[in-house]
Nanobody
Framework: VQLQASGGGLVTPGGSLRLSCAASDFALANYDIGWFRQAPGKEREGVSC????????????YYVDSVKDRFTISRDNAKNAVYLQMDSLKAEDTAVYYC?????????WGQGTQVTVSS
C-alpha cells in the first residue's frame, strides 16, 4: 500500500492550497481516506476524512472544528485521488500534512507534504 501526498508549499495568510493524495496499487474509492497534520512539537491530529464511495459511508465528509468552512475534502475516482482544498489559510495551519488509509486494522501513511502559512 503506497500513498503519495503532494501539493504543499509556502502561502501567505488568507491564501489557498490544494493537497492531493494518490495511490497506484489500490482503489482509493473503496476506502475511507483521512488527512492528518503534525505541527512542530505537537501530536498528529486528524483534519478531515471522506468516506468510501461504496457502502454505508457514501462519501460522507468530516472536518475538525478548526478547519470547518475553510477546508473541503473531495474525491476524483477516475484519477484515483483524494484532494484537500484549503482556503483562508492561517498561520496555525502550518504543519506537515499526511493522507491515511486503514486496511485490515493497520494504518498506512503517505510521506507527508509541508504546508507553511507565513507572511
Amino acid at each position: 500500500v503506497q500513498l503519495q501526498a503532494s501539493g504543499g508549499g509556502l502561502v501567505t495568510p488568507g491564501g489557498s492550497l490544494r493537497l492531493s493524495c494518490a495511490a497506484s496499487d489500490f482503489a482509493l474509492a473503496n476506502y475511507d481516506i483521512g488527512w492528518f497534520r503534525q505541527a512542530p512539537g505537537k501530536e498528529r491530529e486528524g483534519v478531515s476524512c471522506i468516506g468510501a464511495s461504496v457502502g454505508a459511508s457514501n462519501g460522507d465528509a468530516y472536518y475538525v472544528d478548526s478547519v470547518k468552512d475553510r477546508f473541503t475534502i473531495s474525491r476524483d475516482n477516475a484519477k484515483n485521488a483524494v484532494y484537500l482544498q484549503m482556503d483562508s489559510l492561517k498561520a496555525e495551519d502550518t504543519a506537515v500534512y499526511y493522507c491515511n488509509v486503514q486496511m485490515a486494522g493497520k494504518d498506512f501513511w503517505g510521506q507527508g507534504t509541508q504546508v507553511t502559512v507565513s507572511s
